[in-house]
């Protein structure tokens, strides 16, 4: 379970009583609880030793709604994670291979702590030559040797680095290094890259009627993803991108991408 809070600022009450908070738990059913936090501030002071008796064991599991600040004092840390972005940036890296149609000749996967060691074979009927740079290298040799047994393909294991080899697909499943969580191809006219990061990515109705209107798309999925296990919304991906600052759909992405020399 996880909390989404909320801070609102409130008039203090003579002679009545002034609530530090209202807690409402929240279903969605057959899939995840959670709870809907509203702390009230009484002159710019909001009473946190409180709302920290509250949540109790709970206190780093909180997804703060939109413009809420937790100050450094409060003994409340907000909830983050990239694990729902990383399994959509690869799932979003294989259909766009898929959909473009290409054998690319140097493909690389960032993928820092071993992560997707078990899946790269949907990568490698789409790739001439596939990269997998790591810190954990012990996870992938045994799919480096099953998909050599079963294909023939030879898939190369380097050691991390900041710095990544020359490739014409960079697919990043990292937080630091090329790129992070990304998918970027490079023009074979120049040395420019077209960076596509994920944006908007679809949440069945069933579940998204439950989000509160003041939090932001990703927190709330990627709490339910990584705090409540809901892993089926690890089995979509984007369907759009953020290119140059600019908002573009998978498809356009696609047809962007078909029109690059070849390589």
């Known amino acids: 379970m996880f909390c989404i809070l909320e801070i609102k600022e409130k008039k203090k009450r003579l002679f009545k009583k002034n609530y530090a908070f209202y807690a ?6 057959g899939l995840a609880v959670f709870e809907k936090l509203t702390a009230y501030s009484y002159n710019g002071k909001v009473d946190f030793p409180r709302l920290r008796e509250h949540l109790r ?11 809420c600040v ?4 409060s003994g409340l840390f907000s909830f983050s994670s990239n694990e729902l972005k990383k399994r959509l940036v ?19 996967l960032v993928d820092k702590k071993g992560d997707f060691s078990g ?45 990544a080899p020359f ?7 990292s937080e630091s290094g090329v790129n992070p969580l990304s998918i970027s191809f490079l023009k074979t006219n120049g040395n420019k890259n077209i960076v596509l990061r994920g944006e908007g990515f679809y949440i069945s109705d069933e579940i998204l009627k439950y989000k509160p209107e003041n939090i932001s798309f990703y927190p709330f999925a990627g709490a339910l ?16 991108f953020i290119v140059n600052n600019r908002v ?5 992405a696609v047809k962007m991408l078909d029109t690059f020399p070849d390589f």
């Not at 740079?133 to 898939?155: C, H, K, N, P, W």
């Not at 490739?167 to 499943?173: E, F």
């Not at 705090?227 to 369907?239: A, W």
């Open 57 to 67: 064991g709970f206190s780093r599991w909180i997804v703060l709604s939109d413009g």
């Open 90 to 108: 690869f799932n979003s890296a294989v259909s766009l291979l898929k959909q473009v149609g290409r054998e690319y000749p140097n493909v690389l």
């Open 119 to 163: 899946e790269i074979e949907k990568i490698v009927p789409h790739v001439r030559n596939l990269t997998v740079m790591t810190e954990s290298s012990l996870r992938y040799d045994y799919s480096v040797q099953e998909i050599f047994e079963d294909s023939g393909a030879v898939v190369k294991i380097i050691k991390w680095n900041e710095n």
């Open 70 to 73: 937790l100050p450094p004092d």
């Open 167 to 173: 490739s014409n697909v960079v697919i990043s499943v």
């Open 24 to 29: 409402e738990k929240r279903v969605i059913p």
């Open 248 to 252: 573009i759909s998978a498809q356009s």
């Open 225 to 240: 993803y990584s705090l409540s296990s809901v892993k089926t919304l690890g089995e979509g991906e984007f369907n759009s």
